[in-house]
């Protein structure tokens, strides 16, 4: 095997400002054609200075041109696992609904309020006569978070910027391409609400359906609209934190992007437990095939679960 041909395990997904990761030896461009199209843009191969390969996705695309709700997340998250890649790491700027949780801050977050329109495809099942329910209980990963968290605070201290980062905190999912009103900002708040941003979903759940782990770190650039004697956000106020927090992305990445990979090999006290948690979490999920299931429609669900669509 090539060094060309290594196997890449771990995804990065970028967000707004995060389009790169130009601390990496660049490897190679990959464009799969999935059964839902192609994804945001060509995957680059990267490499770390051990060699190790990761996989990065821009999710809005190159020079950001894909706004949140046309992200083409079935056709990322498919072809991520169709190189190989078992574990995603993803990265999202957000605004905060809490004043300790200031710009600058990063976040590990642990729940999900979902304030979608359904205009976003959610699920591979959606138009095929398969139906699937995914457990979605716990959205991320939880095993992937708790060995995530003292590696990315290390990271942080490292770099001397003073970065705090903050944990089990509810991140809101809205439509957008608009800013929240202030009565929307203080009624997320009041559910719980720590963080509000445009893309971590359907993105979880397709990592969820096709047993792939995910975490987000969720990078705050500005203070959501619930503040009453603060301008409401606009997209300058954001992009002034932007570029910093994204200069500290890549530096997290860069440095536990090794550790994430070999995790795989300690075996299987760290690397499945951890980095694998989510394999077979579908195989129950599942409705029982039946004569009414078109092959057409499992060759299709094959491409990202083999394991319960290869007959």
Same mark, same amino acid.
């Given at each position: 095997?090539?060094?060309?041909?290594?196997?890449v395990?771990?995804?990065?997904?970028?967000?707004?400002?995060?389009?790169?990761?130009?601390?990496?030896?660049?490897v190679k461009?990959?464009?799969?054609?999935?059964p839902?199209?192609?994804?945001?843009?060509?995957?680059?191969?990267?490499?770390?200075?051990?060699?190790?390969?990761?996989?990065?996705?821009?999710?809005?695309?190159?020079?950001?041109?894909?706004?949140p709700?046309?992200?083409?997340?079935?056709?990322?998250?498919?072809a991520?696992?169709? *190189?190989?890649?078992?574990?995603?790491?993803?990265?999202?700027?957000?605004?905060? *609904?809490? &004043? &300790?949780?200031?710009?600058?801050?990063?976040?590990?977050?642990n729940?999900?309020?979902?304030?979608?329109?359904?205009?976003?495809?959610?699920?591979?099942?959606?138009?095929?006569?398969?139906?699937?329910?995914?457990?979605?209980?716990?959205?991320?990963?939880?095993?992937?978070?708790?060995?995530?968290?003292?590696?990315?605070?290390?990271?942080?201290?490292?770099?001397?910027?003073?970065?705090?980062?903050?944990t089990?905190?509810?991140?809101?999912?809205? &439509?957008?391409?608009q800013?929240?009103?202030?009565?929307?900002?203080?009624?997320?708040?009041m559910?719980?609400?720590?963080?509000?941003?445009?893309?971590?979903?359907?993105?979880?759940?397709?990592?969820?359906?096709?047993?792939?782990?995910?975490?987000?770190?969720a990078?705050?650039?500005?203070?959501?609209?619930?503040?009453?004697?603060?301008?409401?956000?606009?997209?300058a106020?954001?992009?002034?934190?932007?570029?910093?927090?994204?200069?500290t992305?890549r530096?997290?990445?860069?440095?536990?992007?090794?550790?994430?990979h070999?995790?795989?090999?300690?075996?299987?006290?760290?690397?499945?437990?951890v980095? *694998?948690?989510?394999?077979?979490?579908?195989?129950?999920?599942?409705?029982?095939?039946?004569?009414?299931?078109?092959?057409?429609?499992?060759?299709?669900?094959?491409?990202?679960?083999?394991?319960?669509?290869?007959?």
């Amino acid at each position: 095997m090539s060094d060309d041909d290594s196997p890449v395990l771990v995804g990065v997904i970028g967000g707004s400002g995060l389009y790169h990761l130009d601390n990496l030896t660049f490897v190679k461009e990959v464009n799969p054609e999935t059964p839902w199209g192609y994804p945001s843009c060509p995957i680059t191969i990267c490499a770390l200075p051990s060699g190790t390969q990761v996989a990065f996705l821009a999710r809005h695309g190159k020079g950001h041109s894909i706004p949140p709700s046309a992200v083409p997340a079935r056709a990322n998250i498919a072809a991520l696992k169709s *190189l190989g890649v078992r574990t995603v790491l993803a990265f999202s700027a957000v605004g905060s *609904l809490r &004043e &300790e949780i200031a710009p600058g801050a990063f976040v590990l977050p642990n729940q999900i309020i979902d304030r979608t329109k359904g205009v976003r495809p959610t699920s591979f099942f959606e138009d095929t006569s398969v139906v699937a329910h995914a457990s979605f209980g716990d959205p991320f990963s939880n095993k992937f978070i708790k060995w995530l968290e003292p590696k990315v605070r290390k990271a942080l201290d490292d770099e001397g910027r003073g970065v705090k980062l903050f944990t089990e905190k509810t991140i809101v999912c809205m &439509e957008g391409p608009q800013f929240s009103t202030r009565a929307e900002s203080n009624m997320y708040r009041m559910w719980g609400g720590d963080l509000i941003n445009m893309s971590v979903l359907p993105e979880a759940k397709l990592a969820r359906e096709a047993e792939l782990s995910y975490a987000l770190v969720a990078t705050a650039t500005d203070y959501d609209a619930w503040r009453p004697h603060t301008g409401t956000v606009t997209a300058a106020e954001v992009f002034k934190t932007l570029s910093a927090n994204a200069e500290t992305s890549r530096h997290v990445a860069a440095t536990i992007l090794d550790e994430i990979h070999n995790a795989f090999d300690t075996g299987k006290s760290e690397g499945e437990a951890v980095l *694998l948690e989510e394999v077979g979490t579908m195989k129950l999920s599942i409705m029982p095939r039946s004569e009414k299931q078109k092959e057409e429609d499992r060759a299709k669900l094959a491409y990202i679960l083999p394991e319960y669509f290869t007959d």
